[in-house]
């Protein structure tokens, strides 16, 4: 029975609420059938119990963290469910999945993905007008650029306007070497996986190394990715399911940036 219902909870990749919601695609939510939730150390790190029973990735791999920090972060939002299990409340079990079932095994192509993002990084494309655009993007992005010069040794060119810059070679090989690669230690697996997660959601993979190497917190990098959209929610205003779907994405980052922090040591 709790097969069954591991399958089915997480089977399918996660739905943006929104989406889910005008598509009709929300799933039926599973009642909660468990009391207690443990953390064990195990061969494989720390792995999550419901009740004294291991829990299953979608793949039927162990629900383990590599450091007791996350699996307790895990543990803590199966323990958050109440009558029902909402898969879209749990960013960091739904995170931890897909490193486990997806990265883990085949790094090389999530790596290349997270490195894509260095042709058309967000970083570099800025407005030319209003001013004050233009002045919130450098405020927010300057530092960023600088920050990418002196940590990795990667000198970028920002650019105006929507035309494709051309980016100089030793800056694209400096950056892609930052991006970790898995191979053998799971802990790399779960950096790496951790950091696609946060430059799909940016948009920048400098913004998500900034993140990995502890230059911005999960807020600042929100922030620095979204000037162009609190701009036009400031001018044109704000909406529920707007606000619905950046609060999904902004959990999904947090839980990508604790994984990160754990990982280097920066929470207890």
């Known amino acids: 029975m709790m097969r069954e219902i591991f399958d089915d909870i997480f089977s399918q990749h996660p739905l943006d609420p929104v989406e889910a919601a ?41 629900l383990a963290a590599p450091e007791r920090a996350l699996a307790e972060g895990l543990a803590g939002e199966w323990r958050a469910q109440t009558d029902a299990i909402d898969p879209a409340t749990m960013p960091l079990t739904r995170l931890a999945n897909s490193i486990i079932d997806g990265v883990a095994d085949a790094p090389e192509p999530v790596a290349a993905e997270a490195a894509k993002y260095l042709a058309s990084d967000l970083l570099f494309y800025r407005a030319e007008h209003p001013d004050a655009l233009v002045a919130r993007q450098a405020r ?44 053998r230690d799971i802990k790399d697996a779960w950096r790496l996986g951790a950091l ?33 959209e609190d701009w036009n929610l400031e001018a044109w ?22 994984v990160l922090d754990a990982l280097q040591g920066r929470v207890g």
């Open 140 to 183: 927010a992005w300057d530092p960023l650029l600088a920050w990418a010069k002196e940590a990795l040794g990667a000198r970028f060119v920002p650019g105006a306007g929507l035309v494709h810059v051309a980016q100089p070679q030793e800056a694209l090989a400096a950056a892609r070497a930052a991006i970790p690669r898995g191979g």
């Open 22 to 62: 005008r598509g009709a695609k929300r799933p039926r939510l599973r009642r909660r059938f468990y009391k207690e939730v443990q953390v064990a150390e195990d061969e494989g790190g720390f792995a999550l119990a419901l009740d004294g029973r291991p829990v299953r990735t979608p793949a039927r791999r162990v």
């Open 237 to 258: 205003g704000r909406d529920e399911e707007t606000l619905e779907r950046r609060a999904f994405r902004l959990a999904e980052l947090r839980a990508a940036a604790q």
């Open 196 to 228: 696609h997660s946060i430059t799909t959601l940016t948009g920048s993979v400098l913004i998500a190394l900034a993140v990995l190497r502890g230059r911005l917190s999960a807020d600042a990098a929100w922030a620095a990715a979204n000037v162009d």
